[in-house]
């Protein structure tokens, strides 16, 4: 399978610990965005990479939460002392940078419940 | 700052016949880019369709369609001759051209009637 993946799928934990998720994106692609799905609404945008640099972070972004892409290829997502309100689905998306209206293609993304 | 609204949270069609979702957004610009995604259940979400805002021609991909009115800020997909795998979560989405973040709109569960 050459798409995006995302692990773990699925994350339980309690409240006040780290989790951290990992994303691969298609293997050409050099930009990679991460998103957060809550429940009933649309995927809202976190942060994106172009390559390894983080050119873009969203104000949902909170201190807590970290993005790193060191090689330029797969990328973490970590929250420090999770909240409720942490519990969401996390989606990574990649694309090329080239053409201009370039396609984002998702994972399957990380569902995350914070107890 | 750019919205996106679905004001149809469930919709639902017979198998084989034709349904029209509805979206609108809000934005000051002139060139951006919009785009239907699909979200099966417990799957990725995948593109259905997109459309420049600089063409006036409607976007077409087989049997999913779009009606783009710029001057309403509107843009609906249709979906002709109906399957039950389009029974879905679809989202409408807004891009900025320049910009690398999608908006999108809350969505819209269609449900295929067998």
């Known amino acids: 399978d050459t798409g995006v993946s995302q692990d773990p799928r699925h994350k339980i934990t309690k409240r006040g610990q780290n989790v951290t998720f990992r994303c691969d994106p298609i293997?050409?692609?050099?930009?990679l965005y991460w998103y957060r799905q809550t429940l009933g609404q649309g995927p809202e945008f976190l942060t994106y990479f172009q390559n390894e640099a983080q050119l873009e972070k969203s104000r949902l972004l909170s201190d807590r939460f970290s993005a790193e892409r060191p090689k330029g290829s797969f990328s973490t997502l970590e929250i420090q002392r999770t909240e409720q309100g942490d519990s969401a689905m996390y989606l990574c998306a990649s694309s090329l940078s080239r053409p201009v209206e370039n396609e984002q293609f998702f994972g399957p993304g990380t569902r995350l419940t914070v107890l | 700052a750019q919205t996106v609204t679905q004001s149809q949270p469930e919709m639902s069609v017979q198998e084989a016949e034709t349904v029209t979702l509805s979206c609108t957004y809000d934005t000051s610009e002139s060139d951006y880019y919009l785009f239907w995604y699909k979200q099966p259940p417990s799957r990725q979400m995948i593109l259905v369709i997109r459309?420049?805002?600089?063409?006036?021609q409607n976007a077409t991909e087989n049997r999913f369609s779009v009606n783009f009115q710029k001057a309403a800020k509107s843009f609906s997909l249709k979906i002709s001759d109906s399957q039950l795998g389009d029974a879905a979560m679809y989202f409408c989405?807004?891009?900025?051209?320049?910009?690398?973040?999608?908006?999108f709109g809350t969505g819209t569960r269609l449900t295929v009637i067998p």
């Open positions: 459309q420049e805002a600089y063409k006036q």
């Open positions: 989405a807004y891009r900025r051209v320049g910009a690398n973040n999608l908006f």
């Open positions: 293997s050409e692609h050099n930009r």
